[in-house]
């Protein structure tokens, strides 16, 4: 038995496959399949132990992230074997697919991909978090955030029955869609749940219709006028969709007020949540949304691996004589960034620091829309320093860190310009460069402006 080996899991609903690899990625132990039940679990732990009774000393294990199937296999390997060589990690599945796409796999089982698994331990061991350095984090925020993820579940299902709502009153009752150009306000979902249809709105009449909260007698009698030039026939069943959909709308609306409530009062006193609230622009909700999201921030070693674990960061492309400007890479999970665009409003007005960073940039011919992304990957900066120092916001610290940043730009440029010059000198080193090759417009251009830079 290898001293060191790699245990790949391909974990899936029920089960998971598992494959040993050598230091060498040579087999030790071909695939197999174990249960996702105490059972399963136990025996895995006596493989283990012969494993090291027959000379294993350190061992690997690498649990693909599968939306939560693969915790029961995590938590048991981190809890069964403390203080034991036995490390566990979890591993993100778009590189496990991008080992197997480079090894030219044409197909797929759960046992290559266990194998894909452990491969990709073996490749890349600074990517991957077995717990040894770093500290696993705030559990309570990881709770966290699948309670967070459920709200904005139930967000989408609400979402959905607010489209199917629309949808069945532009076809029934379409007059009363003037109330909706900005969405379906309570008193017209309550209004629908009492009186579905225009014949219903008309014989109820103004003085029922203007004891619902909000609406008042002249909107009652505005509501009367358009139902009466409604020409459609309902039935009573579509009545009864209508009056059911509008019911859940109001219930969803309910549930999710609530939700939001109690998880803001949960998490209101930690410490996470009053730093982030120092942030001008930067509300409770919002902070407690930002902290689940990003769990515990010595996840990242810097400031930019966090911008680009959740796709605020500036993307660029070259490939030949083509170039693509910068824009957001949006990669990631957007959740957090949708949290950030509105705090990046609220910032741009009343926070000066960002307010001057929108300023500047839509001077420089920036859209909206692009201006405010600048903003997000600012303030995403600015969390990421305050949650590490575990400071509150400070302007005056920020525009300290920016003179700095601003005087260390500078001179990172001129290192760049230099470094560049270099390596094009290095590049062409063998021939000079020349535009007598069938080469694009673009890159002749490029190549004259090259030449008479040289010659300057």
């Not at 915790?71 to 990690?89: A, H």
């Not at 691996?305 to 960061?313: E, N, P, Q, T, W």
Request: hydrophobic share 35%; proline share 3%; glycine share 8%.
């Amino acid at each position: 038995m290898e001293k060191k080996c790699f245990l790949g899991i391909d974990v899936s609903k029920g089960y998971a496959d598992f494959l040993l690899l050598s230091n060498d990625r040579k087999v030790i132990e071909e695939g197999y399949t174990l249960p996702d039940n105490p059972k399963g679990r136990q025996k895995l732990k006596e493989l283990v132990c012969l494993w090291q009774k027959q000379g294993l000393e350190e061992l690997y294990c690498g649990v693909e992230s599968t939306g939560g199937y693969e915790d029961n296999w995590f938590r048991y390997l981190r809890s069964t074997f403390i203080g034991e060589k036995v490390y566990t990690c979890r591993i993100n599945p778009k590189g496990v697919k991008s080992m197997g796409d480079a090894a030219l796999k044409r197909t797929i089982t759960d046992a290559v991909s266990a194998e894909n698994i452990a491969s990709y331990m073996i490749s890349f061991p600074h990517k991957l978090d077995y717990g040894i350095e770093k500290h696993l984090g705030n559990g309570g925020f990881k709770d966290g955030r699948q309670h967070l993820t459920t709200i904005r579940m139930i967000v989408k299902q609400k979402v959905q029955l607010n489209n199917q709502l629309e949808k069945l009153l532009y076809q029934h009752f379409a007059e009363i869609l003037v109330y909706c150009r900005h969405g379906q306000p309570i008193w017209l979902l309550s209004l629908l749940v009492k009186y579905p249809t225009a014949a219903m709105l008309i014989k109820a009449g103004a003085s029922k219709i203007s004891s619902n909260k909000g609406i008042s007698p002249e909107k009652a009698k505005a509501i009367i006028a358009k139902a009466k030039n409604s020409t459609q026939d309902v039935s009573p069943e579509i009545g009864r969709i209508i009056s059911l959909t509008a019911k859940e709308v109001l219930h969803k609306n309910l549930i999710i007020t609530k939700e939001k409530e109690y998880l803001t009062g949960l998490y209101k006193g930690a410490e996470e949540m009053v730093l982030l609230s120092s942030i001008p622009g930067v509300g409770l909700d919002s902070a407690v949304s930002i902290a689940l999201e990003i769990e515990d921030v010595g996840r990242f070693e810097t400031a930019k691996k966090m911008a680009s674990y959740f796709g605020v960061h500036p993307t660029f492309k070259q490939s030949g004589d083509g170039q693509w400007g910068n824009h957001m890479s949006k990669a990631g999970r957007g959740e957090i960034r949708a949290v950030l665009y509105m705090a990046s409003l609220s910032g741009s007005r009343y926070n000066p620091t960002l307010k001057k960073i929108y300023d500047r940039y839509r001077a420089q011919g920036m859209k909206h829309a692009e201006a405010i992304g600048v903003v997000m990957h600012k303030l995403l900066r600015m969390i990421y320093g305050i949650l590490k120092n575990k400071t509150k916001f400070d302007a005056d610290i920020d525009q300290q860190n920016q003179e700095k940043s601003a005087a260390k730009q500078d001179v990172n440029e001129q290192l760049e310009r230099t470094d560049k010059k270099i390596k094009q000198l290095k590049k062409n080193r063998f021939q000079a460069v020349t535009n007598e090759a069938p080469i694009s417009n673009r890159k002749e251009k490029a190549i004259k402006k090259q030449v008479a830079s040289q010659t300057s």
